[in-house]
């Protein structure tokens, strides 16, 4: 069964940084495509940030609202997707998901996981 | 504000079809760029589920009351013999060669009345 967990999430102050992990099962994630999705408390859901496969070259792309703070990546041995969150802000509050991304025009995520709660407040 | 645009809540009784948009634009699900459409439900305090992709397609074990469908910068989901299970908030997403990004409707609540 394919499978995603999240962790890491937390309470961070204004200015601090966090990783969030996001361990898979059921499939690799070096040979896949991933991405973080995030939903702000009582809102709608916004993407953050893609990878492509080791296969198709590793790229990362990022929401503008993240660039240059947040950075994907992932660790072949563990099997494990990360979200490097530094520079946090108020408005980074949210559940962060991961999902496998599945090819197609336009791709789309399935499946995810169940999400882990960032908090940045001081 | 989501370049696609879904109505913030809908409503039907036990048993009855109700049906939720999805507009986009032509840098998007519309003539132009021509992106297609997934659906995703959300059951309360769940992660998203894919629910339709590319537009028409049910994912293996997605009941069949649910069906989608596309016509040019609108897209829509149709839940039929609704039931009190599906209450949940429904999104739409795509991508956006404007923006360069995948994006979401902003959430359609469904209750059962």
């Known amino acids: 069964e394919v499978q995603l967990v999240e962790s890491g999430g937390g309470l961070v102050q204004p200015g601090g940084s966090l990783r969030l992990s996001c361990a898979a099962s059921?499939?690799?994630?070096?040979?896949?495509?991933l991405s973080w999705v995030r939903q702000a408390p009582g809102k709608g859901l916004e993407w953050v940030s893609f990878i492509y496969s080791d296969y198709s070259d590793g790229s990362t792309y990022y929401a503008d609202s993240v660039k240059g703070r947040f950075t994907i990546s992932r660790d072949k041995s563990r099997n494990t997707l990360y979200l490097q969150m530094s520079s946090l802000r108020a408005e980074d509050t949210a559940v962060y998901y991961c999902?496998?991304?599945?090819?197609?025009?336009?791709?789309?995520?399935?499946?995810w996981g169940q999400g882990t709660l960032v908090t940045v407040s001081s | 504000q989501s370049v696609l645009t879904q109505p913030p809540s809908v409503s039907g009784a036990p048993g009855q079809r109700v049906t939720i948009s999805c507009t986009g634009s032509?840098?998007?699900?519309?003539?132009?760029?021509?992106?297609?459409v997934h659906w995703y439900q959300q059951l309360p305090g769940t992660a998203p589920k894919l629910l339709i992709y590319?537009?028409?397609n049910r994912p293996s074990g997605v009941p069949d009351r649910f069906s989608g469908s596309k016509s040019g910068a609108s897209a829509s989901l149709a839940i039929t013999g609704l039931q009190a299970g599906d209450e949940a908030d429904y999104y739409c997403?795509?991508?956006?060669?404007?923006?360069?990004?995948?994006?979401f409707g902003g959430g359609t609540k469904l209750t059962v009345l």
């Open positions: 032509s840098s998007n699900i519309g003539v132009g760029a021509n992106y297609d």
């Open positions: 999902a496998r991304v599945i090819t197609s025009r336009p791709n789309y995520f399935d499946p």
């Open positions: 997403q795509s991508y956006d060669s404007s923006l360069s990004h995948w994006v």
């Open positions: 059921g499939f690799t994630v070096s040979s896949n495509y």
């Open positions: 590319s537009n028409t």
